[in-house]
């Protein structure tokens, strides 16, 4: 794999995070119903997949012919802030994402297989880490030099066919898989270490299961990046990123009702600035 | 059947190294042995594991391979449904889910180990389609078509083990979506699919033996049905008979009666299903079949 960690650029993978939240915001006033808080919660993940770790193919795109790693985006819900920077990487064209959630568009709330950039349908969670595994060994059997990235939600931790898929990654060797847990510690119903104290510690399971495990701050994109690059390789490998859902606004971080809620236009304002200054 | 399967899977993956098979800790009877020793790469037993059984296979698929998940037909259907929905036909990848020993076969295992309603819950989901093949021969080409076709998800309902071939003179090839006449009569026609086709073609003898002309048919495509086929059988016979190892709703017989609405078909219409039961009987397959109303005999006295 290319070593790209002399060159990592800290300062642009932030001023990118910036311009992506904000391109969120600007959709949110346009249409409603979008997953704001849990898009907020995964930008920085999201976007080191997709600008820092994915290797590009001739034309310089992460996506289509030759392009050798898969990024699948298992916590349907955060499919906006991946739309977002398929868009910015000139994979999703600007038509396609404008007709967001539109009687015509081509894109609702969910990722649609076929979509530019979209390899795999999710939003009913506990789907995509046995999609990403299956992926991920087909390319490994294939005798192809591929990584499969994937990036869950902590409440798809909680679905069985998750761990299905956990105990058969590292059962068959599928040490080209790597996912990121958007650890955000909210789910719908509350928060995952009131109603699910056992879910922690979260690491030492997927240790437990043959996996490498490692946790850093899911808002450090350098961190993410580091953690990704200094893998062992010999395993599948897991990264619980500590977020905060809504992270970046104030008034919405770690607020349940950020969920699935769009900001009013003072709302609106007060989030591009608080991001602006930030 | 299973044996037949195996092995015809297991050439059908020698010649074509795109073809991989996922299972859920099914015994590797018959060829799958061999598939698993010469294809390690290529033979997956993700273990009692349903759901990433169909997640795996349709990631598999997602990267151009042609995989078959495989395992007992309650579980390879109904545990993992929503994957099979989801991962499957929702994004409508060629991967055949192969259900063993369906219907009522495994009498003795109970009503857990029973699939009598899944040509109904299959069939209810769009992009799939179901295939039941009735001796090992159709299994045979059932098998190879799926090994090949690349427009979507297939429902492969097989039997176990044991069963005749009733199909070495059929009148008809074997053809994906088209009914096949077994043989041509003028009188009866009785429609089936699956193992039952055996009891099928026994009281084909039987009216035979009372003078009349008899056709008997394999539906195997069950989805999509053979439509024009079946409206021309219930057109040009005065009676027809659908004998059919699946509960009354949702499977070839709920769908020949529509058809012959639709057409205002003249026949007498008989059909043969299981009951809309669970039924506790723990003889033998026949056994559970004449339990819920299907047997030789019965369906002699009520054609009359």
New interface residues.
Partial sequence: MLDRRNSYDAAAAKARCKAHRKAILDMTQRVTALHVGGAFSATEAVDCIYYDLMRPNAEGKVFGEGAPDTFLMSKGHGYMIQAIILNGLGIMSDEILNGYCTPGGLIGVHPD?GVPGI???T??L??G???????????K??GKDGVVYTVLSDGEVQE??TW??V??ASS?GVNNLVAMIDNNNMQSLGFTNETHPSFYPVVDKFVAFGWEAVEVDGHDSQAIYDAVMNRKGDKPFVINLKTTKGKGVSYMESVPMWHYRSPNPEEYAQAIREIDEA | MRNTFSKALYECATEDPSI?IVVADISPAGSMAEFQKDHP??F?N??V?E??M????????????QPFAYTIATFTLYRPF??VR??LC??NLPVTIVGMGSGVIYSTLGGTHHTMEDIAVASAIPNMRVIAPCDPLECIEATRYCAKQKDGPIYLRIGKAGEPNLTENAVDPWEFGKIRYLQKGADVCILSHGVIMKQAVEVARELEAKGKSVSIVSCHTVKPLDRPGIEAALSNHGEVLVVEEHVPEGGLASRVKQIAWDIQAKCKLHTFTLQDEFIHNYGNHDDLLAAHGISVPAILKAVG
């Fill in positions: 297989y390899e795999a349908s939003g009913a506990g789907h880490l046995s999609m990403a595994m299956g992926m991920a060994y087909a390319v059997t294939q069985g066919s299905e898929a105990l058969i068959r | 991989y790469d290529r997956i993700v273990g594991a759901q990433v169909i997640g795996m296979a349709a990631g598999l698929a997602l990267k151009g391979c929503e994957m989801d991962d929702y994004q």
